[in-house]
């Protein structure tokens, strides 16, 4: 069945420094790849997303790039803030825009991110 | 506020107790998930409606489950008999292009 694999947290930068977070994927047909946010007291919010490969989603300074011959969807960001410590989930969907189908996800287990000022 | 709500946010029972849990999506959106969270894990899927159709189950969903979605609108998700292994985030979502937006979840207690 499909399954998402992330970095381990939680990850610790100070501020301006390099964001990267790893992800992989498994799946049996040709998923599109979600990264979700989820602040601390808020629900879960779509960050970037990208529907084939080699797209890269883009989205506040964030990017990701669909790697089909490595399964991989890592997300960047050239210099995090203070604000952007969260909760960071990679996600996939196999049947999008297949209409009429079921758009279920599948999480990975998420990686917590703090940025120390 | 034009999004995905859910009621009650927490909820506290005492195991054997039966639970209902509502969600209101997005009010265009045809497609409703209910999703599980637990501890340090990322959401797993449990069921999935188009319009007032349950179309999908995950083997999450036990017997003690079901879930209903009258006339396409607001879904409510029933837990009976609870135990304490059914503590966790119950998270509703919406979409009608294939993006979902996420409510703010009900966090679910058992003692």
Known sequence: GDSVTQMEGPVTLSEEAFLTINCTYTATGYPSLFWYVQYPGEGLQLLLKATKAD???SNKGFEATYRKETTSFHLEKGSVQVSDS???FCALSDHWGSGGSNYKLTFGKGTLLTVNP | DT???QNP???ITKRG???TFRCDPISEHNRLYWYRQTLGQGP???TYFQNEAQLEK??????RFSAERPKGSFSTLEIQRTEQGDSAMYLCASDILGEQFFGPGTRLTVL
């Open chain 2, 17 to 19: 107790q039966n639970v």
């Open chain 2, 9 to 11: 946010r927490h909820k």
């Open chain 2, 58 to 63: 995950s083997r999450l969903l036990s017997d």
């Open chain 2, 44 to 46: 797993e899927f449990l």
């Open chain 1, 55 to 57: 797209d890269k989603g």
């Open chain 2, 3 to 5: 999004g995905v709500s």
């Open chain 1, 86 to 88: 969260a909760v960071y």
